[in-house]
């Protein structure tokens, strides 16, 4: 055995576990080892968030221009985040609350039909972007339950007579979790708002939330089981 295989076969454990078919469990496998490193471990080169923010919007164009190349070799429908770039108050707060500067100031995604053509779009992003992390949101989902593909690239900067790499995020989603994400986020929106109001959350704005957090899992956890009915329930050549 390769000193990689145990981690390829938890991997591939994992994977099927949570409803892949093997053959798409074999491509997450893959991607998982090329890129071990972890999204959440990474700091940008720059450590000042003021020229960081300014880094983002300063390479907003040349990623937004790489996404849609991307979106033309996988046949999906790619966006950059709303605004382009994170909202300055938003950046900051993230920052204050993590102790770091979010590798998501400059996020885009591809949105894809298919878990067949969102894992094929996962190959040819490795070509077209400096991947430095990546983390299978299909096999390791989020508390929420929504799942997709988060890629961290590196992007080049010179200016100042100075190069540095600036982190960005690009997902790739299957265009139901994409639908079902956008509905959803208002559930994240109302607990900023309920926050904002006091700071802290009295007894009726817990079991609110409480219900709504149960009402995003649910309904995650229904789509994803459809999912797997309709696309995945035989595997499929890679």
């Not at 053959?23 to 080892?33: D, N, P, R, W, Y």
């Not at 700091?43 to 968030?49: A, C, N, Q, V, W």
């Amino acid at each position: 055995m390769t000193p990689s295989s145990p981690r390829l076969q938890n991997h591939l454990t994992r994977a099927l576990e949570e409803g892949l078919s093997s053959a798409l469990a074999q491509k997450s496998a893959h991607l998982a080892l090329e890129h071990p490193v972890f999204p959440g471990s990474l700091s940008h080169d720059l450590r000042d968030f003021v020229q960081v923010y300014a880094q983002a919007r300063r390479l907003r164009a040349g990623f937004e221009a790489d996404l849609l190349l991307l979106e033309s070799l996988c046949g999906g429908k790619s966006s950059l985040r709303p605004g382009g770039v994170k909202s300055l108050e938003r950046s900051l707060t993230k920052a204050e609350q993590r102790g770091i500067i979010p590798t998501d100031l400059l996020a885009g995604k591809v949105v894809m039909n298919s878990m067949q053509d969102v894992y094929h779009c996962a190959g040819l992003l490795e070509g077209q972007f400096s991947v430095v992390a990546f983390l299978d949101r299909f096999v390791s989902p989020m508390k929420s339950g929504y799942r997709d593909l988060q890629f961290i690239v590196a992007l080049e900067d010179e200016y100042g007579g100075q190069r540095s790499y600036h982190l960005a995020e690009v997902k790739i989603v299957h265009e139901d979790f994409d639908v079902l994400d956008r509905h959803e986020h208002r559930i994240y929106e109302i607990n900023r708002e309920l926050a904002g109001e006091s700071g802290s959350f009295g007894r009726i704005e817990t079991m609110f939330l409480d219900e709504l957090r149960t009402l995003s899992q649910t309904l995650y956890g229904k789509l994803w089981t459809h999912i797997q009915s309709s696309e995945l329930s035989e595997d499929t050549p890679s």
